[in-house]
């Protein structure tokens, strides 16, 4: 089984900055992309940023140049840190991993989420 838990969410005002967390742990093999949902009320669920196990990013038009994701492949750790937050990032933040992992005694590939962590930006 695989875990993935998050930290770091909070309360913020804008132009603020926090720095989220997600570790993953198990019966890992290898994680090719892990990335950053969120979710806000009444909304779908939106992918905020991803990076592949080589370094290659991708991130949502709406937080270009202000958040930054980053990992650790030996730590199978990935980071989100989100600089001039603006009330609109307020939603509940989810870890995705792409994980190879074992099921049944067989090697598969397998998508893993987090439990969530609220992000709130408001003076």
């Known amino acids: 089984q695989v875990q993935l838990v998050e930290s770091g969410g909070g309360l913020v005002q804008p132009g603020g900055s926090l720095r989220l967390s997600c570790a993953a742990s198990?019966?890992?093999?290898?994680?090719?992309?892990m990335g950053w949902y969120r979710q806000a009320p009444g909304k779908q669920r939106e992918l905020v940023a991803a990076?592949?196990?080589?370094?290659?990013?991708n991130y949502a038009d709406s937080v270009k140049g202000r958040f930054t994701i980053s990992r650790d492949n030996l730590k199978n750790t990935a980071l989100l840190q989100m600089n001039s937050l603006k009330p609109e990032d307020t939603a509940v933040y989810y870890c995705?991993?792409?994980?190879?992992?074992?099921?049944?005694?067989?090697?598969?590939?397998?998508?893993?989420w987090g439990q969530g962590t609220q992000v709130t930006v408001s003076s």
């Open positions: 198990g019966s890992i093999f290898s994680i090719n992309v």
């Open positions: 990076i592949t196990s080589g370094g290659s990013t």
């Open positions: 995705n991993a792409n994980v190879r992992t074992v099921v049944s005694g067989t090697r598969v590939w397998r998508d893993y």
